[in-house]
């Protein structure tokens, strides 16, 4: 194997999409399972198993109930369905907020029973000491500011972050301290586009935007939002597929063949030898 083909076949780790600052954008997207994993990889450069998993696969309401053993198994899987992009894992709600050592112990299961690349944590006001901690033991971190999904019992809903100036000096001082703190990149999620802009000037790792406009160094989607399997979507995403539309109807055809006994056929039949 000549070395350019060796690096070819080498899968992204945190250092190559810290290099990203400022360059080609980086791709990433919400990824929970390995067939979906198989079909990302030559697309993204990150994969991120988000806590989101909690509502897009297990009908959950918000993203706090769901559990560490959840995200390694989901983490497991994406793992094996690919081969090429960076695997990151979100640490769930409880699972690293009591104390560095806490989530030192954690997201060392992470890494050692699921093969991922990274971890990623909601970056709250006390943060960075622990994002510290993981990143001088060997954990590459990436933090994730702005709006925090498991914040959301405190904040008492989903909302966009920035218009103010009192949180816009808020989110630019947590979004610094995330980058002084070490992490390799850092999502920035429902903010303005003039405070996604100053963040992603203040700090030296790469801005993954998400409903933060295209001032940041790369982008994140829920897949399952932009290839339309929700009837509801958020304002800041593109629908690239409408799958709930395709699924329905593919299914509806196999519900009437099945009740007109037009499936199976001769095609899909084994026949004995005579
Ligand atoms: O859990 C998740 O999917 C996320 C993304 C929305 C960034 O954190």
């Known amino acids: 194997m000549s070395a350019q083909s060796k690096d070819k076949a080498r899968r992204l780790a945190a250092p190559d999409i810290a290099a990203r600052k400022g360059g080609e954008p980086v791709v990433c997207l919400t990824c929970y399972t ?17 806590d989101s998993v909690g509502m897009v696969l297990h009908g959950l309401p918000n993203t706090l109930a769901v559990t560490l053993d959840m995200m390694i198994l989901h983490a497991q899987a994406v793992v094996r369905g690919s081969s090429r992009a960076l695997v990151v894992v979100d640490m769930p709600f409880g699972s690293y907020e009591a104390s560095p050592e806490q989530a030192f112990a954690n997201a060392c299961r992470v890494m ?44 008492g ?31 920035v999620e429902g903010v303005a ?28 989607l829920v897949t399952d939002d932009m290839l339309g399997l929700f009837d509801w979507t958020p304002r800041f995403v593109r629908r690239y597929a409408d799958l709930k539309t395709e699924i329905g109807l593919a299914v509806e055809r196999y519900a ?12 899909e039949t084994y026949f004995g030898k005579s």
């Open 193 to 220: 586009e003039s405070l996604a802009r100053d963040v992603t000037a203040a700090v030296s790792a790469p801005t993954i935007g998400i409903g933060a406009s295209s001032a940041c160094d790369g982008q994140v």
């Open 256 to 267: 009437a063949d099945v009740r007109a006994r037009r499936f199976p056929g001769e095609a």
């Open 157 to 187: 809903a989903f909302k966009a972050k920035g218009r103010i100036a009192s949180e816009r000096e808020r989110v630019l001082e947590e979004a610094r301290l995330t980058d002084e703190a070490g992490v390799f990149s850092m999502v």
């Open 112 to 155: 050692k029973e699921t093969g991922a690349g990274a971890i990623k944590v909601e970056s709250g006001p006390t943060a960075a000491s622990t994002i510290a901690y993981l990143t001088q033991r060997g954990i590459p971190v990436m933090g994730h500011v702005g709006l925090r999904p498991q914040a959301l019992l405190v904040e």
């Open 34 to 50: 390995a067939p979906m994993a198989g079909l990302l990889d030559a697309h993204c450069d990150v994969l991120l198993v988000g």
